[in-house]
């Protein structure tokens, strides 16, 4: 007696597919009403937490065991969206986005993937996850399938789409009878452009079609029990004479390299001078050249570990020499940076590139203790994915332009250039075009009592004083505008400035 498998779908799975519906619907609404419009700020912190729990949600319809490990995924893309609820500045709005994206695409992946030992997966990245992200929709045709197949659950579907006609024809109907229900339901439409309401919901309608392919991509691979490919070894038969004679001919340079960084460590302004240069052009024209070799390097050094694992003995020592002769230029380009901003004052891009050079480093030394310890490049490989991950999005909690604005303020205030006979390094127009988040720092100044400047007259210099605090005034104004604009889309840090500047003497 042989047993016929039915193509229709369970009891079950028709249900998960009508839940996965719903929490799709739901997930649109959430993206219409928080960041369609408004794409950050406070909106999208809460459309990352309940997407989040959507996800949470799918995963829990399959009823099979998860790996209750991918949940370290969710840690960055809460951190960042909560960063991009607290401050408005534009390099942590956008590294909030790409980190939470980039975090919640890994952590749906790995949640619904079979039960696996964390340490027993080779790689996050597989081409599965890279291509069931960008494609999702093939998931869909399996779903039509089973509706053919299925009366209750293509009835859903078929219901669905006929009752659309007529529920706006009852609703023109109501509107002619009732005029409480006619006044509520025309200021839907208020003052509203047929164009605009028709491209709205035409992204609303792919925006709920990826959410519904998603969930189901996420479900059957879950109740399927599709695992990743395994990934292939690294190419580590290539002979090793290859990567010596590499790596041998890049440390001469950096040897010689780092000969001329002692030079000017140890022979300081006085060395510099002696050749004609001054110590401002020497850090200037210095940092960003060295952050870009830094980040070579690091590349660099990630493709070896991956072909080689570091097995064999001449690739590792000259690995291991590259990195620390990249430590020296590390350590020097930093030098580089702290005289570029004690003379020039200190910026968002200076903030910014003193962390990747310093965050290099950190995965560099890394490379180099599990190179000497013999750890494999897959471990390591994931552990500095979430390391890079974590610490990024922790460092975006850190009220950088607020900063900013304090260190160059507070060195103002002391006259320390005027001290030195020196032109002020405030840059009162970098200053203002900082985000909300500095706005507190920018009224302390125009609240604050001016040093003199040697420069200007004193009438003079009180008029300059007159015409910031005005121009904070104007900012004020534009702010209010602005929050009455977006809404849910602002950062708490627009609603603290808003605060600040009503402080303004």
Known sequence: MTTEISNQPTGQTRSSYIEILVISLLLTA??????????????????????????????????????SWSYIFLLPALISS???????SRVVQDL??????????????????????????REFWPWMLVKETIWPLGSLTHV????????????????????????????????????????SFSNIFQNADLGVYVSKTIRDLIVAIFFLASGTTMLTRLVDGRKPAEPKEGPTTLNQTVFVTFLALINILFLVFVGFQFAYFFGGQSYLAAQGITYASYARQ????????????????????????????????????????????????????????????????????????????????????????????APAAKFAFLGVLIVTSLMLLVPSEKMI????????????????????????????????????????LANAEWPADPTQDLYAWQTSQS?????????KESLKFHLSKIGLGASLSD??????LDSLK
């Not at 903030?351 to 490379?367: H, S």
Request: net charge positive; charged share 15%; with cysteine.
């Open 144 to 183: 039509v399938s089973k509706m053919k197949g299925d009366r209750r659950l293509g009835g859903v579907a078929i219901g669905t789409i006929l009752a659309l006609p007529f529920l706006l024809l009852f609703a023109i109907a109501f509107s002619s009878a009732d005029q409480l229900f006619a006044k």
């Open 286 to 377: 210095g940092f960003f050249q060295l952050l870009f070799v830094a980040g070579v390097v690091f590349g660099m050094a990630w493709v070896i570990y991956w072909l080689t694992n570091m097995r064999q003995r001449w690739t590792k020592i000259l690995s291991l020499a590259l990195i620390i002769q990249t430590g020296i230029i590390i350590v020097s380009a930093l030098k580089r940076l702290l005289l570029y901003i004690d003379a020039y004052g200190l910026t968002l891009s200076r903030w910014w590139a003193a962390f990747c050079i310093i965050l290099i480093g950190l995965t560099l030394l890394m490379v180099a203790v599990v190179a000497l310890k013999q750890i494999a490049y």
């Open 405 to 444: 604005a304090r260190y160059n303020i507070d060195r103002f205030l002391s006259g320390e250039d005027f001290l030195a006979n020196k032109k002020s390094s405030l840059d009162f127009g970098y200053l203002s075009s900082l985000s909300s988040d500095a706005a507190s720092e920018r009224v302390r």
């Open 96 to 121: 909030a986005f790409v980190i939470s994206l980039l975090s919640l695409i890994f952590f749906a992946f790995w949640l619904t993937i079979p039960k696996i030992d964390f340490s027993k997966v």
């Open 467 to 475: 015409s910031y605090i005005g121009q904070l005034k104007n900012a």
């Open 30 to 67: 959430a993206f219409h009403f928080l960041p369609a419009d408004h794409p950050m700020g406070i909106a999208f912190a809460i459309f990352v937490l309940a997407l989040s729990l959507g996800m949470v949600l799918v995963a829990s319809l399959g009823q099979k065991p998860l790996n």
């Open 82 to 88: 909560v960063a991009g609820a607290l401050y408005s």
């Open 495 to 500: 609603y603290w400035a808003l605060s600040a």
